[in-house]
């Protein structure tokens, strides 16, 4: 993985924790939020795809099968911000995301991390799980944290289809843009034909949140998924998940929450795992 890569990865990383961050805010309905983010994402999508190559029919297959994770991924996170703190639900469901991943890959395309990389992958799973510990200790999050795996098995499930897809496209561009295309149009459907009045109030309400969180959105993948062409499927989903710090930065820096020691030993953990896969 050259730095410029793994820049483009921990950028992609800053761009999730925001588009996340903003369906979290307190005054607004997640699901309204998200399916406008969405929305917004396929717009965005629609209005560039003549600008790219279009994927090649060898990627068609994958970018199909990835569509059905893709909108339970916006589904499943909505249901889970409107129930639970962002500071557990986010931790947990993209720390062991990784986990799964790094697991499919070995066993249906023998592509194995070196030891160094699996130390990685190890110590980005042990930082965010780490983080939501102490929550964990303090509530019964049971549900929460179901949920979350629920979710993270999800992510895994794109980010593999996603990871053969797009080597097989030999367009990265054109096929992010048809993923946000392909599930932006069933979320927005969904949208206006069973909550059109919460909806368009939500777009009116805050429309910076769906443009700034559906261009984030799309950014922050079309980057992971030009990064799978150039690195392991494996190691770019567990960089990418440095989104935990950021989303910490943000929450201490922006909110004014505390840093307490957990998170600080979180976010060392963090920091020794992105440097461990782009060494591996």
């Not at 600008?51 to 569509?67: E, R």
């Not at 339970?72 to 986010?90: K, N, P, T």
């Not at 769906?210 to 959105?217: D, F, T």
Request: proline residues 4%; glycine residues 10%; contains cysteine.
């Amino acid at each position: 993985m050259t730095n410029g890569v793994a820049g483009a990865i921990l950028f992609a990383a800053l761009l999730h924790a925001t588009w996340n961050a903003l369906i979290k805010r307190g005054d607004q309905d997640a699901l309204m939020a998200t399916i406008g983010i969405a929305t917004s994402a396929a717009l965005i999508s629609l209005g560039l795809l003549p600008f790219f190559p279009a994927p090649a029919a060898a990627s068609w297959p994958f970018l199909a099968a990835s569509t059905l994770p893709q909108v339970a991924y916006y589904v499943l996170i909505a249901r889970v911000y409107r129930s639970s703190d962002l500071g557990l639900a986010y931790p947990v469901m993209r720390g062991t995301a990784p986990l799964f991943v790094t697991a499919a890959n070995a066993i249906l395309f023998g592509e194995i991390l070196s030891p160094l990389g699996l130390l990685g992958v190890a110590c980005i799973c042990g930082g965010v799980l780490l983080i939501a510990s102490g929550r964990l200790r303090r509530s019964d999050a049971g549900g929460t944290v179901a949920m979350a795996i629920a979710t993270a098995l999800v992510i895994a499930s794109y980010t593999v289809l996603d990871g053969i897809g797009v080597r097989l496209s030999g367009a990265p561009v054109g096929y992010t843009l048809w993923i946000f295309l392909l599930t932006g149009i069933p979320m927005a459907g969904w949208g206006m034909l069973r909550h059109r009045a919460q909806f368009l109030q939500s777009i009116r309400s805050n429309p910076w949140i769906a443009l700034g969180g559906g261009s984030a959105s799309l950014l922050a993948y079309g980057i992971a998924v030009w990064a799978m062409t150039r690195a392991p499927v494996a190691a770019v989903a567990a960089l990418r998940e440095t989104s935990i710090l950021f989303a910490a930065l943000i929450s201490m820096v922006l909110l004014r929450e505390k840093a307490t020691w957990g998170r600080i030993a979180a976010a060392i953990l963090l920091t020794a795992g992105a440097v461990a896969i782009r060494l591996s």
